[in-house]
């Protein structure tokens, strides 16, 4: 069994910054591709970055130039900082990654239970 551990979220103001991670917990499971979704009350799950093995990144429009999605594959921890917070960026922020067992070479895709970012003055 393995699960995603999703950490980080909490409340902010306006302009200020978080950082959520975004974890397997057992070793053997290794992180390949990870995205960051995130939903807010009453609307669609929307794509916000994603991150390949070898460190491609993608930003949803809104976020680009104020998150930054990065990892370190030694701590097998995809990390999603987010400066310049708006109101509209309060959401439950969801980790999709797909996951390779170092053992057998089985992949998979595993969802985090989801961490709330709330932005508010």
């Known amino acids: 069994q393995v699960q995603l551990v999703e950490s980080g979220g909490g409340s902010v103001q306006p302009g200020g910054s978080l950082l959520v991670s975004c974890a397997a917990s057992?070793?053997?499971?290794?992180?390949?591709?990870v995205t960051w979704y995130r939903q807010a009350q009453g609307k669609e799950r929307e794509l916000v970055a994603s991150?390949?093995?070898?460190?491609?990144?993608n930003y949803a429009d809104s976020v680009k130039g104020r998150f930054t999605i990065s990892r370190d594959n030694a701590k097998n921890t995809v990390y999603l900082q987010m400066n310049s917070l708006k109101p509209e960026d309060t959401a439950v922020y969801y980790c999709?990654?797909?996951?390779?067992?170092?053992?057998?070479?089985?992949?998979?895709?595993?969802w985090g239970q989801g961490t709330l970012v709330t932005v508010s003055s």
């Open positions: 057992r070793s053997i499971f290794r992180l390949n591709t």
């Open positions: 999709k990654a797909a996951l390779i067992n170092s053992q057998t070479y089985r992949s998979f895709e595993l």
């Open positions: 991150i390949t093995i070898i460190g491609n990144t």
